[in-house]
């Protein structure tokens, strides 16, 4: 052995076991990013999702406001064949009823008005090819499908109904007004603000402008005191169940995504969150509430 000799270098280099830590470490940050990266989509989604149910809802709401609050009634109201504002009319049938649906006349002709100013105009929701849809109808008075005159106990049939508003591809989507609307609910107040009781059903959530309802009356001293004549209601409450896109595409038409009449108890506010709560979890989650409160410019005050 020659003394002052160097060994050799050790080469450089790292261990199984560095290599192993080392792609454990990358392993957790590569999970770690992709948990952020899912969370940050799911968060933008959701976002998304009720932005769209929040812009349908008020395009809707306000649509139905602006025809609804010029609801029209003739001055001789003691006339059976008068027009009438009237929600679930018995000559609809229940496929149209989801729970609700309701018709009245207005100013809103859009045929010159050749033929009188007042249309017959109704929302309601229907299935179409699996979808639930929001429709609108407006019938002008010279229009065939116009029977507030010539047949003022039917003047709303299903017939009607596919004729003005199908919303059907073949039709074009006439009648369409938003999809993805699992349904409408309405009700009817008087000059004091409490749900109106008639005859023809729940209080507040049926209603027929063309029968006598009772509220205690502070501004026509001339009439009973507890008494109106057939009127319009003075205020309208209106409500819809409004899906987003990705939601709607779990629907499955089954009993549960469909509000019937026989849901209406005459709690308004209790039978929307019922029906809500009673959804499937997929669609629940889905679903949003939009309201809005309507004056009717010629109801009692």
């Known amino acids: 052995m020659i003394r002052g000799a160097s060994r050799p270098a050790r080469p450089s280099s790292f261990s199984l076991v560095e290599l192993v830590v080392a792609m454990a470490i990358l392993s957790i940050i590569v999970v770690v990013l992709l948990s952020m990266t899912t969370s940050m989509m799911t968060t933008w989604q959701f976002g998304q999702a009720k932005n769209e149910r929040r812009a ?7 649509r139905i406001s602006r025809d609804m609050r010029l609801a029209s009634l003739p001055l001789n109201r003691s006339s059976s064949s008068s027009l009438q504002f009237v929600i679930n009319p018995g ?6 009823k989801l729970p609700q649906a309701v018709f009245w006349q207005a100013p809103l002709v859009t045929d010159g008005g050749t033929k009188g100013n007042l249309a017959v105009v109704g929302y309601f929701v229907q299935w179409v090819n699996g979808v639930p849809s929001l429709c609108r109808c407006l019938i002008n008075p010279s229009d065939t499908n116009y029977k507030i005159y010539s047949n003022p106990t039917s003047w709303v049939t299903d017939t009607i109904i ?15 007004l938003a999809e993805n609307v699992l349904g409408l609910w309405v009700q009817v107040l008087d000059p004091q603000g409490n749900p109106i009781r008639q005859s023809v059903g729940v209080a507040g959530e049926n209603f027929d402008s063309r029968l006598v309802y009772s509220y205690t009356n502070s501004v026509y001293p001339t009439l009973a005191t507890t008494n109106t004549p057939s009127a319009l209601p003075s205020t309208v409450q209106v409500a819809i169940v409004v899906l987003d896109a990705r939601t709607a595409k779990r629907l499955t038409g089954a009993a549960s995504e469909k509000p019937t009449t026989a849901s209406l108890t005459g709690n308004f506010w209790g039978d929307i969150q019922n ?8 669609i629940q989650k889905g679903a949003e509430l939009q309201t809005t409160t309507v004056d009717l410019a010629n109801g009692p005050r």
Do not use: C, K, R
């Open 56 to 62: 349908v809802g008020q395009a809707v709401l306000d």
């Open 91 to 96: 000559s609809l049938s229940a496929v149209y």
């Open 162 to 176: 596919q004729n003005s508003a199908p919303a059907t591809p073949v039709s074009g989507y006439a009648g369409l």
């Open 275 to 282: 029906f809500i709560t009673n959804l499937p979890t997929a």
